[in-house]
T-cell receptor, first 114, second 112 residues
Framework: NAGVTQTPKFQVLKTGQSMTLQCAQD?????MSWYRQDPGMGLRLIHY???????DQGEVPNGYNVSRSTTEDFPLRLLSAAPSQTSVYFC?????????????FGPGTRLLVL | DAKTTQPTSMDCAEGRAANLPCNHS???????VYWYRQIHSQGPQYIIH???NNETNEMASLIITEDRKSSTLILPHATLRDTAVYYC?????????????FGSGTRLSIRP
């Protein structure tokens, strides 16, 4: 298993540009989520999904959209990038959303918005 | 989900046991205690979790107090590779979405 994969690893955007961060998992996990991590801080939940076709907002959803058309993929879209969205983005998955399930994290995407 | 409180930083000598405390005084009966760590620039890594009994695996031990209001993660023989930020998290075990809410964690430094 490749686990949780994220692309790209690095990205530089100009203010106002849009882009999609890709996340995929090959473990047939139902639950997937996106986090951002700013320098020196913990992770903050952006959006999550408990299964294909179902998404919901986390702590900091503004400026981001998600969709979950398949179990494997959970892309994160930045509609109009802003410098405040400069961060490291992590995708995670787990077998089920319940608390006893372990979450597995991807390697992260480092995004710089100029 | 209950909130957790951890010291901002700790250090430990290589080869000694590292004991990382966590307070979760508002934890409820159906919440699990999870520990993750994040080595510089990498994604968080699962370490261990428990509900009310002490747990041990190949990486660490988790000691939960009887009232469940605090816990301690123990790395029995710390190495330089254990230098990381350690996050203590509580999560509700239910069928609907159970979000992981990360705090600031404890920055553990292992000195040679």
């Amino acid at each position: 298993n490749a686990g949780v994969t994220q692309t790209p690893k690095f990205q530089v955007l100009k203010t106002g540009q849009s882009m999609t961060l890709q996340c995929a998992q090959d473990m047939n996990h139902e639950y997937m989520s996106w986090y951002r991590q700013d320098p020196g801080m913990g992770l903050r939940l952006i959006h999550y999904s408990v299964g294909a076709g179902i998404t919901d907002q986390g702590e900091v959803p503004n400026g981001y959209n998600v969709s979950r058309s398949t179990t494997e993929d959970f892309p994160l879209r930045l509609l109009s990038a802003a410098p405040s969205q400069t961060s490291v983005y992590f995708c995670a998955s787990s077998r089920a959303p319940s608390g006893e399930e372990t979450q597995y994290f991807g390697p992260g995407t480092r995004l710089l918005v100029l | 989900d209950a909130k957790t409180t951890q010291p901002t930083s700790m250090d430990c000598a290589e080869g000694r046991a590292a004991n990382l405390p966590c307070n979760h005084s508002t934890i409820s009966g159906n919440e699990y205690v999870y520990w993750y760590r994040q080595i510089h620039s990498q994604g968080p890594q699962y370490i261990i979790h428990g509900l009310k009994n002490n747990e041990t695996n190949e990486m660490a031990s988790l000691i939960i107090t009887e009232d469940r209001k605090s816990s301690t993660l123990i790395l029995p023989h710390a190495t330089l590779r254990d230098t990381a930020v350690y996050y203590c998290i509580v999560r509700v075990a239910r069928s609907s979405a159970s979000k992981i809410i990360f705090g600031s964690g404890t920055r553990l430094s292992i000195r040679p």
